[in-house]
């Protein structure tokens, strides 16, 4: 626990030097670096996340069976969440 | 992130901060379960090869570029920012084109490695309900501050060493330095709440079903395949500053043979709006300090005893390559205008009339270097003008951006 408490305070004191540090550079503006920040997140989550996955689901119809590796660790058909880790409980990463 | 479960009690009453940390992770109301369509659906996203310990695998080799990449950039900006405490040597000559080489092969060596870490958590982004209680929001709030950060970062510097500045509403420099504390800040605040999970994952908690070793091996293939793109992604950039690696430096901006005189150029005279000046025949170069001035033409500085340094320019966008310059040493100059040319810091100004890199201040170590040149030759011909002609600066272990090109004044500043 104090690890974790060190940890996420230094993280903290220097998100808040960054953001002081930003707010004060007359040679930035931080107008331009908050709508970059949130462009590239949103084009990420938004546009080429959901490009890349549809391409995946494409790939996985078009490809032949025998062909298909990555999928023989599927879940036997019936199981209705194969997101879940395979220890139940322990994929806690998130986001 | 202290839980706070047994909050103190004073006479029957919570103290202030026990009802702060009850109010904090205080359940939320969930949603209406109406609105769980699409991606918030359970089981909506079904590939078996995400894991918590994909993810932590591909989060430590994030944590170690990340690392890198802002050690070595944080060394480049002091070098070209440098505070009063800070000393940067002349000697070993290549150390910056190493430090700065590795910043930049690392970056785009993070590339790939961040797609797959950000496709492994990508289900959470969808998580039901969207914040349980504050804390958790706060907690999904620091990661988006991490994801927008580490892809500013990527996308900001892959941009930069494209030369493509139009998409960024902002000077690279600067915002690529601020948005790397903040990377780096948020980056600890993620390791600090994960912790558990990722103590976890490392001791191997996992199961030994069919299913469960089928996956793993599929994931130890994605993992592969993660390397591979990186170490791709490496070998076809590194060529820019490794020149036996030049010809597959496919993906690679610069390579070593690439412009004028065998050697690339960032910024050329007309960019600078120097030419005409560059090319003029009355051009003359000021030498001043504190025991006189001096003006002198090229047939001066020709007249001036000339040596050869082989010493590389190594750019701040990673590519660096070897030449051979000769001219004039700069303690030489300076010793015109100054009786202690040992100990003096110098300032060497272009002809441009604007510009943030139009002028650089030689610290004594580099100024006294007999590796320090004000060039007038590259690889034994009259210097390019897009090289700086009629006279650069060129010194040993400094970045590109402080090798002055089309000098047109130097002022010996005394010792401080």
């Not at chain 1, 999928?71 to 994929?91: F, I, L, M, Y």
């Not at chain 2, 914040?131 to 927008?148: G, N, Q």
């Not at chain 2, 800040?185 to 089928?214: M, W």
């Not at chain 2, 610069?254 to 009355?282: E, F, H, M």
Request: hydrophobic content about 45%; glycine content about 10%; charged content about 15%.
């Amino acid at each position: 626990m104090k690890a974790r408490a060190v940890l996420v305070t230094a993280g903290l004191l220097i998100m808040a030097y960054a953001a002081v540090g930003a707010l004060a550079d007359p040679d930035l503006k931080p107008g331009g670096v908050l709508i970059f920040l949130a462009g590239v997140l949103v084009g990420h989550d938004a546009i080429v996340m959901p490009i890349v996955l549809a391409a995946g689901a494409v790939l996985i119809r078009i490809v032949p069976q025998r062909h298909k590796r990555a999928q023989r660790g599927r879940p036997p058909a019936g199981r209705k969440n194969s997101e879940s880790p395979a220890k139940p409980g322990a994929d806690h990463t998130d986001r | 992130m202290v839980r706070d479960t047994d909050p103190a009690v004073n006479g029957g009453r919570t103290s202030p901060r026990s009802r702060l940390v009850r109010w904090w992770f205080a359940p939320l109301p969930a949603p209406p379960e109406a609105l769980r369509r699409g991606p918030l659906r359970p089981g909506a996203f079904r590939s078996p090869l995400r894991s918590t310990r994909l993810t932590t695998l591909l989060g430590m080799a994030l944590g170690v570029a990340f690392s890198v990449c802002f050690l070595t950039g944080l060394l480049s900006h002091l070098i070209q920012h440098p505070p009063g405490w800070f000393w940067w040597p002349a000697r070993p000559v290549w150390l910056y084109r190493v430090t700065q080489g590795v910043h930049v092969a690392t970056g785009l060596a993070a590339v790939p490695l961040l797609g797959v870490k950000l496709w492994s958590v990508y289900p959470r982004l969808f998580s039901w309900p969207p914040a349980r209680s504050i804390a958790h929001a706060a907690e999904r709030a620091s990661i988006a501050v991490l994801v927008a950060a580490a892809l500013f970062q990527l996308v900001g510097g892959v941009l930069n060493i494209s030369h493509w500045y139009a998409p960024m509403p902002f000077f690279f420099t600067t915002g690529h330095y601020w948005v790397a504390w903040l990377t780096i800040g948020a980056l600890l605040v993620h390791l600090g709440v994960q912790l558990p999970a990722i103590r976890a994952s490392l001791k191997g908690e996992v199961s030994q079903s069919d299913h469960a070793r089928a996956a793993r091996l599929s994931r130890r293939r994605l993992l592969t395949g993660v390397g591979t793109a990186a170490g791709l992604v490496t070998l076809t950039t590194v060529g820019q500053t490794i020149r036996p690696l030049s010809g597959l430096a496919l993906l690679a901006p610069r390579r070593p043979g690439d412009g004028p005189q065998s050697l690339p150029v960032n910024k050329t005279a007309n960019g600078a709006g120097v030419r005409a000046a560059a090319l003029d025949p009355s051009y003359r170069m000021i030498v001043a300090g504190p025991s006189g001035r001096h003006s002198l033409d090229l047939t001066d500085l020709n007249a001036l005893p000339q040596h050869t340094a082989e010493l590389p320019i190594a750019c701040v966008e990673g590519w660096s390559v070897n030449a051979t310059w000769t001219g004039v040493r700069l303690r030489d100059l300076a010793a015109l205008v100054c009786e202690d040319p040992e100990r003096v810091w110098v300032l060497v100004e272009s002809l441009q009339a604007d510009g943030r890199y139009r002028a650089t201040t030689v610290p004594p170590e580099h100024a006294r270097d007999p590796l320090t040149l004000v060039a007038l030759r590259l690889g034994g011909e009259v210097l390019h003008v897009d090289h700086g002609y009629p006279a650069r600066l060129i010194a040993p272990n400094r970045p590109g951006v402080l090798q002055t090109k089309w000098i047109g004044r130097i002022t010996v500043l005394g010792s401080r």
